[in-house]
């Protein structure tokens, strides 16, 4: 079993920036990708940014120049680094991974979420 937990979310001001962080803990397994959706309250839940297994990079339109993603290998962690934050990405925003364990097919896993508030 490997959980990953996100943290880092909060409440910041039009303009401001945020760093979320994804950690992801278990028994011998690795990440192979590690995407962020966020869902606003009353929307559905949709693709923000993507980081592949050799670091590989992509984003949703209303991020690109605004947030970027990256990852540590070895501590099997992956930030989303948000800066000019606007209203509307108020959401959760949710760590999502490919994770690979030795002997099974590999599986997308999801964490629970951090919520993102930026205040007008």
């Known amino acids: 079993q490997v959980n990953l937990v996100e943290s880092g979310g909060g409440l910041v001001q039009t303009g401001g920036s945020l760093r979320l962080s994804c950690t992801a803990s278990g028994s011998a397994f690795s990440l192979v990708a590690i995407n962020w959706y966020r869902q606003a309250s009353g929307k559905q839940r949709e693709f923000v940014a993507r980081?592949?297994?050799?670091?590989?990079?992509n984003y949703a339109d209303f991020v690109k120049g605004r947030f970027t993603i990256s990852r540590d290998y070895a501590k099997k962690t992956a930030d989303l680094q948000m800066n000019s934050l606007k209203p509307e990405d108020t959401a959760v925003y949710y760590c999502?991974?490919?994770?690979?364990?030795?002997?099974?097919?590999?599986?997308?896993?999801w964490g629970r979420g951090a919520q993102v508030t930026v205040s007008s």
């Open positions: 980081i592949n297994n050799v670091g590989g990079t």
């Open positions: 999502n991974a490919l994770v690979s364990i030795p002997g099974t097919s590999a599986n997308w896993q």
